[in-house]
């Protein structure tokens, strides 16, 4: 008789990334407040004009279980990911990887050879996954955002981010 515990079995589930679109936003609840889903209404609509790419990692049903943005605007000569997330049961499952990998490829897409991101410095588990695909902190700045109180009442949310990038050459 052993004492060890049963080892968890292990199933592999296929993803696809597609872009984001505007009906998946009920599914994406998960991501964030109803202001944070307006938000993402908002940059669907500057991805129609060609600004931004917003992608979305789906399982076979064809769910969001990552979504994240590329701005082409933020920085002449790249593509600046934001707003990057996983479901958070899903998270450390390889899928934040695969959004980020995508990401790049539509960077690269374009024609341009950096990618570059702001991290939370309170956030060292992304900042290390990033760091592990290669981005480099090449400073820091301060940021804020409207957030959403369960009241439904705003306020200003404000941090420090460490700026990184990669060259995708």
Sequence with gaps: MS????????IVVPVLVRDLVPADLPSCAWSGTPLHL???AHELERAAAGEVDYLAVCTPADLPV???GVDYRVAAGAGTL???GVLPALQSCGLGTV???AAEDRIRSRGLRRAELGVEESNPRARALYERLGYEAYGSEPDSWD???PDGSLRRYETMCTLMCKDLS
């Design 38 to 40: 307006a938000h993402v």
């Design 3 to 10: 004492l060890l515990p049963a080892a968890a079995d292990e």
């Design 147 to 149: 957030v959403e109180a």
């Design 66 to 68: 990552a979504i994240g």
């Design 99 to 101: 959004l980020i990998r």
């Design 82 to 84: 934001w707003q990057l």
